[in-house]
């Protein structure tokens, strides 16, 4: 189900594999659209284009832009509404996150993972302090730990998910909770999943061994222990 493209190059790269990575080094913003729908056909697919240049354009279809779009992921409506929740000890009530939701819902609209009502309000929330405690407590484990019969996709697919830009930059596409708790408990490392890689990134790659040495990835070219295979 998963794209090929990755195979026209001399280069040896595993679609599925996991990096562990400085949630820090992730702070530019993917110009695709919204992946959440279509991972599994986009894991090793190699663009070129403009998709990885910031561009003033939705690129989150049926969501409220700037919940999750600004210069930086540290700049979005919900990394700043985390922070407070969970730094300033604020109430999720008094969040803009929480604030603009409630009255998009009372438009009409559904936000935020499907939110239709103040009761599901609360219920993300309540999810929300979960994760923060579990992490915090126990550090960052993998999505699927509890899932043994889980495989390589379902891995995959609940992963942070990243792009990688011409520059080899790494660029954020999905999995804003996660990442947005990761930077504010200051984690070491998160594992990664990678998604599209620019076509002139595979180039310089495939052609300049100076210039691979240099990209983000080849800092954490391990698996996470115990996810291998």
Same mark, same amino acid.
């Given at each position: 189900?998963?794209?090929?493209?990755?195979?026209?190059?001399?280069?040896?790269?595993?679609?599925?594999?996991?990096?562990?990575?400085?949630?820090?080094?992730?702070?530019?913003?993917?110009?695709?659209?919204?992946?959440? +729908?279509?991972? +599994?056909?986009?894991?090793?697919?190699?663009?070129? %284009?403009?998709?990885?240049?910031?561009?003033?354009?939705?690129?989150?279809?049926?969501?409220?832009?700037?919940?999750?779009?600004?210069?930086?992921?540290?700049?979005?409506?919900?990394?700043?509404?985390?922070?407070?929740?969970?730094?300033?000890?604020?109430?999720?009530?008094?969040?803009?996150?929480?604030?603009?939701? +409630?009255?998009?819902?009372?438009? %009409?609209?559904?936000?935020?993972?499907?939110? $239709?009502?103040?009761?599901?309000? $609360?219920?993300?929330?309540?999810?929300?302090?979960?994760?923060?405690?579990?992490?915090?407590?126990? %550090?960052?484990?993998?999505?699927?730990?509890?899932?043994?019969?889980?495989?390589?996709?379902?891995?995959?697919?609940?992963?942070?998910?990243?792009?990688?830009?011409?520059?080899?930059? +790494?660029?954020?596409?999905? %999995?804003?909770?996660?990442?947005?708790?990761?930077?504010?408990?200051?984690?070491?490392?998160?594992?990664?999943?990678?998604?599209?890689?620019?076509?002139?990134?595979?180039?310089?790659?495939?052609?300049?061994?100076?210039?691979?040495?240099?990209?983000?990835?080849?800092?954490?070219?391990?698996?996470?222990?115990?996810?291998?295979?």
């Amino acid at each position: 189900m998963r794209t090929y493209d990755i195979e026209n190059y001399t280069e040896n790269i595993d679609p599925f594999q996991v990096f562990q990575v400085d949630p820090t080094e992730i702070s530019k913003l993917t110009g695709r659209e919204y992946p959440h +729908l279509h991972r +599994l056909k986009l894991i090793g697919s190699v663009r070129g %284009g403009e998709w990885d240049q910031k561009q003033e354009r939705d690129i989150y279809p049926g969501y409220p832009y700037d919940f999750y779009n600004a210069e930086r992921f540290e700049e979005t409506v919900l990394y700043q509404s985390l922070q407070e929740r969970f730094i300033d000890e604020a109430p999720w009530k008094d969040t803009e996150l929480v604030q603009r939701a +409630l009255e998009l819902i009372n438009q %009409g609209h559904s936000v935020w993972h499907g939110c $239709s009502s103040k009761t599901d309000v $609360s219920e993300q929330c309540a999810k929300l302090d979960e994760l923060y405690r579990s992490i915090q407590e126990t %550090g960052y484990r993998h999505p699927t730990d509890s899932k043994k019969s889980w495989g390589i996709i379902a891995r995959t697919l609940n992963q942070i998910v990243v792009d990688i830009g011409r520059d080899g930059d +790494l660029l954020f596409a999905d %999995g804003r909770h996660r990442l947005a708790i990761a930077k504010i408990l200051e984690l070491d490392t998160v594992p990664v999943v990678v998604l599209v890689r620019h076509r002139q990134y595979m180039d310089q790659i495939t052609s300049n061994n100076a210039f691979r040495d240099q990209t983000l990835l080849e800092q954490y070219n391990k698996q996470p222990e115990g996810y291998g295979g």
